[in-house]
Every structure is written in structure tokens, then in C-alpha cells.
């Protein structure tokens, strides 16, 4: 009856925030609990959205934006103008996707999609130059402000950044956004594609905001952790400038050191405090650019986590180590879905909650599948110390138009590789997943790991099962995994050999059918249990089974599908909503810290 009741107040919510926003109120299919305070919010995300290189001013442009949408509108792919806007256009509320309810438009793959909004800039910004920033658009961007172009950009997963400074005026500034998104399987979509199965998402769906900065100005930072030599290794994407940098502890100062713009330079860390899941420290981190005589023209602050990943032998089986010691990874499948914002969480808390609620269940792995996040989700993970996989969203066809496709997944792969660089929570990349379109996968996974040779690679996690469309690519035989998807599983799991580690990616997906929390289609999952203690004790049963995997057969890392359920899918630890528990999560979270408590003995053998 209580959740009956909270489901009510929240659809009132969400009807009411809709009206007094002058946008349609759409009826959520499945609401969650953050649902009405996102649709109502007037700037939704106020958080600071880059938290790994901080600067004290900035403004949201998060909110309600004037929009025009669909596949007959004029074509937003690369426009050399904007369009003009009707009258009364309709409203969206950015940074939802236009398929959500929380945008207020909900409708399906919109394709052309124009956003308008207008803004000023504070008096106290004169003089600086002004940068207007975007974490996500999906897929094509480009942008124009007050009926000019300052720029574009291609890739749905990883943010951009444009100088408007010259293209600005006193008081209202207008800024056009045109995206476009044909999601045609030819571009990294991952499960928000053709031949995923869930709703789509395109447009802009991650923060919009802007930020002055001086001329000569911290583009980015590169960090890198050295624990063989304790010390943190920098580099600064700036002007020729000379750059200093401190670590603190707390108000305390750890170390500091001077260093160029563009090369590379040391902080040294003595006696380092080791990131890890129990304890995830976290160093602060100050970085100033002067110019020639002295001054700071920027200043940032970040912050950093002090580990290594690398394979090691422990008793003779080769194994993932983490700041040089064997911990069972015990990991959930994670795709990042929600009922009402579909790839965009709605709230920063939403977004913290799923970490939470997987730190309380005793694992000590995230497998982000087939998307990204904003990247307060990896300052959450890094926070909260939760270690991550981070999957690249597929392509669907990389045998059609190879000359362009290929390309453009290569590029988006490094552009997501380089955006969470500086996550310490982030230990291992996987570029492909069961096949999907996968092309020159042992090239690839070779390039991964020259790339960042300071994680591990899962070339193509779940190699051995396959998309009837293709020919499969199979095990490339190189990387740091040997990884087999095995459902329910986990016998038949992978084996180490003699230079990679043994994972099993992808098991379990144990459904629970519960009435109110499930999505409004016909639903499903590879296997079911009628109560919540029957699906529990399944549970603990796999998990058994598990740790005699990893005590016998070399097992490294169990993935269980998965932490919610997902529109059809109901084989989540949570209902889709996350209002409901469909496990004990006391007895889930024993069983998992009893197995990651008996890897932690292998170390001493």
C-alpha cells in the first residue's frame, strides 16, 4: 500500500510540474521517486557538473529551452544556419532526452532536433572569455549564437567545449543548438541503437553551462598515479606557461612542484595513502598557470587517487592486482537506464544512488554496459570507492560503409578513453562486447592498452556469444581477460591461461516479477523465482558456486546481470523505478563480502 501511495504522490507531482511549466504533461509510465522534483526543477543538475578540474565561476544553462523536433523539421545535420522559431514552439527541458517524460516532449527518434533558450552573461565576467560547454549531445551538434556559428561537434559520449566570446553582445544572447541523430547503427549507440532493445535517446542529454576563463587558460589535465616511484605524474593542456602544483591532504600540503604547460612533470607523494574500495582516498589537488612574470591567469582545483592495476600470479594463477594484492572482483552489470529520464538519471542523487545501493550490497564492481556516464558518476565511484569497467558503446554495423564507420567508432573510443582518464575508480576498458559490431579486435585491444598502460583491457568481454547478423570475432587471444558470458551460469566460466586473467562478464539475470514496478511491456529474463526469498537464496547459491570458481578454476571477476531491471527486463536486484528491493539485501551483501574476504586469503598463500 506504501509504495501504492508514493506512486500516487509522485505522479501528482509530475502532473502539476508539467502544467506550472507550460509543458504537456505526459502520464510517466513507471515514475520514480525523483521523477517530480526533476520535471519541476527551473535549472535541473545545479551541481557543478566537471568535479576533476573545478573553477569557482560558472552558470547553468540547464532548464526550460524553446524546441523544435522531428524527422519532417529542417535538417539538423550540420546547418550552415539556424532555423527561425515558430510563435509558440514547444518546450523542452534540457538536459532530457526529447524521448523522455521528463523533457516534457516524450516521443520517438525526433532525428532533426533544434533547441533555443537565451541568456546573459554576469557583469563581473567583462573582460574574460566566455565558454559555453556541452558533456553530451547525441549525435551531431552544432551551434550558434545570436545567428551565427561557433562551432560543431560529432559523438554522442564525450563533452565539448566552444569559445562564443566574439560571437556575444550586451544584455540577451541567443544561443541555437542543432542535433541531429539518425541512429542508424553506424555510429558508437551501444543499447540505444537499432539492435538494442530499449528506448531510444538522442539530443542533448548531459549539462549545458558556461564558464570565463582567461585567454591563457587550463584546457585540461592529464594525472597518472606512479606507485613504484610514489609520485603522481602530471601533464597540463595549456599555452606555453609555467604551471605549479600542490597535493593536499585535508588543508594539509602534501608536496608541490613547478612544471611547463604541455610536458610532463612529478608531484612526489611520500608514503602514499592507497585508493582502494574499503578505503577510497582521495587527494586534493591545486594547479596554477602563470604567465611570464609570475601571474596566474588560472587556477584549478581536482583531485587524485593514489593505485595501480596490473596482472600479477598469485599462487601460480594469473589474476587482476589491485595496488599489487588479488581482490575478487565482484561486480554488477550496469546499464545506466532510468524509467523517466531513459540514459539521463533524474538527479544528481538519482545518479549517486545506484553506487550507494551497490556499496550496500556488498560488491565492489560496477560494469558500466554499453554507455557512459555524466562524470559525477565517476567522481561518486571515486568517492565512494567503487571500482569500474567502462564498456564503449557499440556499433551495429561495422561492415557497412567501412570507411566511415570504423573511423568514427576509433575516435569516439579514444574521446571516451580520454575524458575519464583521471577516474582512479576506472581499472579496465572494454571496447567490445559479444561481438558486437567488432572489427580488428586484437589491433584494437593492443591500441587500448598502448594507449593507457596503466589499466587493464577486456578486448571483447563475453567473446563466445554472438549476434546471428555476423560472423564472430571470437576470443583476439590478447588483452588482460579471458571472458565468457555464461547464463544463468557460473559453471562453464572461463579459465585463466598464461597471461591473462579469468572473467566471467556476464552471469546470473534471475528474474522477479513484481506488480506496479514493471515497465508496460511483456517482460522478462533468463530465468525466474516467484518470492523475494527463493530469488535470494538462487542468489546465494550462485555465488557459492562462484567462490568455487575462484578457488578452483582461477576465476577473477563475476559480473551479475544485473543492478535494476531494465523496461522488459526484470532480472535486476531493484525494480526498474528503484523503489524495490527484489532480493534480501542483508544476506546478498554477506554472501558477497564472504567471497571477497576468502580472494583476499589467496594472497597470503
Known amino acids: 500500500m506504501r509504495n501504492k501511495v508514493v506512486q500516487m504522490i509522485c505522479l501528482t507531482g509530475f502532473l502539476l510540474a508539467g502544467y506550472l511549466g507550460n509543458t504537456a504533461a505526459q502520464t510517466p509510465k513507471l515514475p520514480t521517486k525523483w521523477t517530480a522534483e526533476a520535471s519541476a526543477s527551473l535549472n535541473p543538475f545545479p551541481e557543478y557538473p566537471r568535479p576533476q578540474l573545478v573553477r569557482e565561476e560558472w552558470k547553468s544553462l540547464n532548464g526550460k529551452w524553446d524546441y523544435l523536433g522531428g524527422k519532417e523539421r529542417t535538417s539538423a545535420l550540420n546547418p550552415q544556419k539556424p532555423i527561425t522559431f515558430s510563435a509558440k514552439p ?9 524521448e523522455s517524460v521528463i523533457s516534457g516532449i516524450e516521443r520517438k527518434q525526433e532525428i532533426n532536433m533544434w533547441y533555443r533558450r537565451y541568456f546573459e552573461i554576469p557583469k563581473n565576467w567583462n573582460g574574460k572569455n566566455v565558454r559555453i560547454n556541452f558533456e553530451a549531445v547525441d549525435h551531431d551538434a552544432t551551434v550558434f549564437v545570436n545567428g551565427k556559428k561557433a562551432g ?29 541523430d539518425l541512429n542508424d547503427g553506424r555510429m558508437p549507440s551501444g543499447k540505444n541503437g ?95 598557470l602563470k604567465d611570464g612574470s609570475g601571474k596566474i591567469t588560472d587556477e584549478v582545483t581536482s583531485y587524485f587517487g593514489m593505485r595501480d592495476v596490473k596482472l600479477g600470479k598469485v599462487a601460480g594463477v594469473v589474476r587482476p592486482l589491485l595496488n599489487g594484492k588479488f581482490i575478487m572482483q565482484v561486480g554488477l552489470l550496469d546499464q545506466g537506464y532510468w524509467p523517466d529520464g531513459i540514459l539521463t538519471a533524474p538527479t544528481d542523487e538519482a545518479l549517486k544512488s545506484d553506487i550507494d545501493f551497490s556499496k550496500k550490497a556488498g560488491f565492489n564492481l560496477i560494469r558500466k554496459h554499453m554507455k557512459t556516464e555524466p ?19 557499440a556499433i551495429w554495423y561495422q561492415n557497412e560503409d567501412t570507411a566511415k564507420v570504423r573511423p568514427v567508432f ?11 582518464y583521471n577516474s582512479p575508480s576506472i581499472i579496465a576498458w572494454v571496447p567490445f562486447n559479444e561481438n558486437w559490431g567488432a572489427f580488428d579486435v586484437p589491433e584494437i585491444t593492443d591500441w587500448v592498452k598502448k594507449y593507457d598502460p596503466s589499466r587493464l583491457v577486456n578486448g571483447n ?42 572473467s ?25 523465482e516467484p518470492t523475494v526469498a527463493a ?39 531493484l525494480t526498474y523505478d528503484r523503489a524495490v528491493e527484489k532480493m534480501d539485501i542483508k544476506r546478498v551483501s554477506e554472501i558477497n563480502r564472504i567471497l571477497i574476504a576468502e580472494g583476499k586469503k589467496m594472497n597470503e598463500k
Not at 90 to 98: D, F, G, H, R, T
Not at 210 to 235: A, G
Request: glycine share 8%; aromatic share 12%.
Open 90 to 98: 514547444e518546450k523542452i527541458l534540457v538536459p532530457y532526452c526529447p
Open 152 to 180: 560543431s561537434h560529432a559523438g554522442g559520449y564525450d563533452a565539448f567545449s566552444l569559445d562564443i566570446t566574439t560571437l556575444l553582445k550586451a544584455g540577451s544572447n541567443e544561443i541555437i543548438v542543432a542535433a541531429y
Open 194 to 288: 537499432p539492435r538494442g532493445d530499449y528506448t531510444f535517446s538522442s539530443g542533448i542529454w548531459q549539462s549545458v553551462w558556461l564558464e570565463p576563463v582567461n585567454p591563457n587558460h587550463i584546457k585540461n589535465i592529464r594525472l597518472l598515479p606512479d606507485l613504484e616511484n610514489n609520485r603522481l605524474k602530471v601533464t597540463v593542456d595549456a599555452n606555453a606557461l609555467s604551471v605549479s602544483a600542490i597535493a593536499l591532504d585535508g588543508k594539509k600540503i602534501v608536496s608541490q612542484a613547478e612544471g611547463s604547460a604541455g610536458k610532463i612533470f612529478y608531484l612526489p607523494i611520500s608514503n602514499p595513502k592507497l585508493w582502494s574500495p574499503e578505503e577510497p582516498f582521495l587527494y586534493d589537488l591545486k594547479i596554477s
Open 375 to 393: 562524470k559525477r558518476f565517476y567522481y561518486w565511484a571515486d568517492k565512494m570507492g567503487m571500482l569500474l569497467w567502462q564498456d564503449m558503446p
Open 410 to 420: 576509433r575516435k569516439e573510443l579514444k574521446a571516451v578513453m580520454d575524458e575519464h
Open 461 to 502: 568481454s563475453g567473446f563466445n556469444n554472438n549476434p546471428g547478423y555476423q560472423k564472430a570475432a571470437g576470443d583476439p587471444g590478447n588483452g588482460d581477460f579471458v571472458d565468457t558470458h555464461i547464463y544463468i551460469g557460473p559453471y562453464d566460466a572461463s579459465k585463466p591461461d598464461n597471461k591473462r586473467a579469468a
Open 504 to 528: 566471467l562478464g556476464e552471469f546470473g539475470g534471475v528474474g522477479l516479477f513484481v506488480r506496479d514496478h514493471m515497465w508496460p511491456v511483456e517482460n522478462n529474463a533468463y530465468a525466474y
Open 535 to 573: 530469488l535470494t537464496d538462487r542468489y546465494v547459491l550462485l555465488m557459492s558456486q562462484v567462490e568455487q570458481l575462484m578457488k578452483y578454476q582461477g576465476l577473477s571477476v563475476a559480473v551479475y546481470t544485473q543492478t535494476t531491471d531494465v523496461e522488459h527486463e526484470v532480472n535486476g536486484l
